[in-house]
């Protein structure tokens, strides 16, 4: 069964993924950024282009990849595991194929981050306009390219707006989600991901231990991880300079410009006041 590591990009999926590697990474191992199957519950990425190649899904219509959502997950699920697949797709049902059901997942964490930094994020990653990036996230269809494979121009991923994104994972009917804000993994790293580690506790025969909890968050700060992407650089690198940029809270208070937060904050009011980012 599948427990999903879901958020709109550049919200703390990344940390978290990376975080759950280094609490479960087996005795043999050291923690890396970049070497994948290092734990017992590694997150892949759904879909991703291998997945989606084996399947002989044909890559540059999205609606195939739509229509096999399902199947592609039962293909994963045929391990008789629990499997941790990372996503930024919103949770949504297109044309009658929904994205996920109860068959295939039996829980998830959903990241979101306040919109008006996500917004910064997305500028330095994708190396685009604020403007830009404004306009994305206001976007339904707006879709996320594979991206190791942008070059064959196909979409992995529908994200949506950043709202429709939210919604749709937080209000998801069929299983408990639990929500986590970014925010509280910067301001109180310690009890945020205990309490995702509670959470997973109800699907996992896991064992919460505070020296691990600790020690996986030294090996995964902001400062240790800028630091390895420095000396050995990192995979998710987008078309920016860096991946672990700043990862500051509230720096859009500094950097972006008073109309671009007024729309970010007109689109989003209602989610926004929900999350107490207004």
């Known amino acids: ?28 191992k050291n923690f890396s950024i970049n070497e994948e199957g290092a ?14 190649i084996d399947n002989k899904i044909e890559l540059q219509k999205f609606e195939e990849i739509v229509k096999n959502w399902l199947t592609l997950q039962e293909y994963i699920n045929l391990n008789n595991k629990i499997n941790f697949l990372k996503t930024h797709n919103g949770n ?7 994205f996920t059901n109860s068959e295939n997942t039996i829980g998830g964490i959903y990241i979101v981050r306040d919109p008006r930094d996500v917004a910064l994020s ?14 994305n996230m206001t976007n339904m269809e707006h879709y996320e390219l ?18 429709s994104n939210y919604s749709s994972w937080r209000y998801y009917q069929a299983r408990n989600i639990h ?19 509670f ?29 390895m992407e420095m000396s050995s650089g990192f995979i998710e690198v987008g078309s920016g300079d860096k991946f672990f940029r700043k990862g500051i809270v509230g720096e859009w208070k500094n950097k972006l410009e008073p109309d671009l937060v007024n729309k970010i904050e007109e689109a989003f009011k209602k989610e926004m006041v929900e999350l107490n980012y207004l």
Do not use: C
């Not at 999926?13 to 990474?25: D, E, G, M, Q, V």
């Not at 804000?181 to 301001?187: G, I, L, P």
């Open 1 to 28: 069964m599948i427990i999903w590591l879901a958020s709109y990009p550049k919200s703390g999926n990344t940390w978290l993924r990376l975080f759950l590697r280094a609490y479960f990474l087996t005795s043999d």
């Open 39 to 52: 734990s017992d519950y590694e997150a892949k990425t759904f879909p991703n282009y291998n997945l989606l």
């Open 92 to 98: 949504f049902n297109i044309n009658g194929f929904p």
């Open 122 to 135: 997305l500028t330095n990653h994708f190396s685009m306009t604020k403007e830009e990036a404004v306009k």
């Open 146 to 163: 594979d991206d190791k494979n942008v070059s064959k121009g196909f979409k992995r991923s529908i994200l949506g707006t950043w709202s």
């Open 179 to 197: 929500l986590v804000k970014y925010e509280d993994m910067v301001k109180n790293p310690t009890t945020t991901f205990k309490n995702i580690l």
């Open 199 to 227: 959470y997973l506790s109800k699907f996992l025969p896991l064992k919460i231990e505070e020296k691990k909890i600790q020690l996986a968050l030294e090996q995964t700060s902001f400062n240790n991880l800028s630091k």
